[in-house]
């Protein structure tokens, strides 16, 4: 079954740190365009990163500096680290597959994990 | 960045009616080298991820009834349930992914009249 399984998120204070994981199965996360979008409690979908088959990775401007996409091929996974987090983080996280080289859309959507950035 | 509207905000349609929301990109998502409009809709149910609807502007995904269709080119879209069912109460979000950075539209809200 093709499916992206969110964790890692949770309360944090600002200022902090949170690794977010997304395990792939039924498809090869190396492979694809990998995404991570947010939507903050009752408002709509902003996307925050994405990396790409070759590597490569691209931030929007709101988090640009303090967060970092990554893989790790051999388990399949994609993370997003959140450094320096503030209120406005606050946040259900998904990743999803960006289908780039067919439908060129996010095809797949985890679940998300809820990130609280408070005091 | 492509700045994406839609609209309306919300729409409340009886029952078997023609629902329409409309979306529209502060720049062309047509891609001329190959024809293609680089927008996408989605469906998103309260406590659920967005579905993905429709991609390349109008080619329904595999799975989604056919009363969901998209139309429209260059900056000017939309998406039509052409006979709404209670089950189509949800957000609808359109995607443009003309450029690598990708943006949402603010979302429409559908209820049942």
């Known amino acids: 079954e093709v499916q992206l399984v969110e964790s890692g998120g949770g309360l944090v204070q600002p200022g902090g740190s949170l690794r977010l994981s997304c395990a792939a199965s039924?498809?090869?996360?190396?492979?694809?365009?990998m995404s991570w979008v947010r939507q903050a409690p009752g408002k709509g979908l902003e996307w925050v990163s994405v990396?790409?088959?070759?590597?490569?990775?691209y931030y929007a401007d709101s988090v640009k500096g303090r967060f970092t996409i990554s893989r790790h091929n051999s388990k399949n996974t994609l993370y997003l680290q959140m450094n320096s987090l503030r209120a406005e983080d606050t946040a259900v996280y998904y990743c999803a597959r960006d289908d780039y080289g067919d439908k060129g859309a996010f095809d797949i959507w985890g679940q998300g994990t809820m990130v609280t950035v408070s005091s | 960045d492509i700045v994406m509207t839609q609209s309306p905000d919300s729409l409340a349609v009886s029952l078997g009616e023609r629902a329409t929301i409309n979306c529209k990109s502060s720049?062309?998502?047509?891609?001329?080298?190959?024809?293609?409009?680089?927008l996408a809709w989605y469906q998103q149910k309260p406590g659920q991820p967005p579905k993905l609807l429709i991609y390349w502007a109008s080619t329904r995904e595999s799975g989604v009834p056919d009363r969901f269709s998209g139309s429209g080119s260059g900056t000017d879209f939309t998406l039509t349930i052409s006979s709404l069912q209670a089950e189509d109460v949800a957000v609808y979000y359109c995607?443009?992914?003309?450029?690598?950075?990708?943006?949402f539209g603010p979302g429409t809200k559908v209820d049942i009249k």
């Open positions: 720049q062309s998502v047509l891609y001329s080298s190959n024809n293609k409009n680089y």
């Open positions: 039924g498809f090869t996360v190396s492979s694809n365009y």
């Open positions: 990396i790409y088959s070759g590597g490569s990775t």
């Open positions: 995607q443009q992914y003309y450029t690598g950075r990708v943006t």
